[in-house]
């Protein structure tokens, strides 16, 4: 068991080829694409890096330059936009929300996909500007909600049976 499975913060430690500070842990690492060095960015309690970028050479332009506190705190903003940015990718894949006017008014057609390895699924749902639901299905995660998938489900009065 580390640290870690303990709830306590991770030992702070700045070595020239290894940093650990601010929740995040920057590893200097050989190149494996090329003869150069590269940096590996891992958040704590993750076993993977979220970033593995390209490193600068030292003087001898043959062992890395060591990391110092600046370049660590720039390795630190750029992992975490990076990983920011994936999550909203992420999260866009997976919700999906298109508006209509149909019968109803406006409508909010929401598609919402549970990712799993088993038994990925999906609910299709709609609702008025009050936040009120006026239908909800159980859907395939392939399925595809488009403008036109959402303006047949309201003319068919949004039945689950509509989208099946």
Do not use: Y
């Amino acid at each position: 068991m580390d640290e870690s499975d303990h709830g306590t913060e991770q030992q702070v430690i700045h070595e020239a080829g290894f940093w650990r500070d601010n929740g995040w842990t920057a590893r200097v690492i050989k190149n494996e694409d090329d003869d150069g060095w590269a940096v590996a960015m891992t958040p704590d309690g993750q076993v993977e890096p979220a970033l593995v970028g390209p490193w600068t050479m030292g003087r001898d332009k043959k062992n890395p330059k060591p990391l110092d506190t600046s370049a660590f705190n720039t390795l630190v903003k750029t992992a975490a936009e990076f990983v920011r940015r994936h999550e909203q990718q992420l999260h866009a894949a997976l919700h999906k929300q298109i508006d209509i006017s149909c019968h109803a008014g406006r409508v909010s057609v929401t598609l919402d996909i549970e990712p799993d390895e088993e038994n990925p699924s999906a609910v299709l749902r709609a609702t008025d500007a009050s936040d009120e639901v006026l239908g909800e299905a159980r859907v395939s995660p392939g399925f595809r909600l488009t403008r036109a998938s959402a303006e047949a489900w309201a003319e068919a009065g949004f039945s689950a049976q509509a989208v099946r």
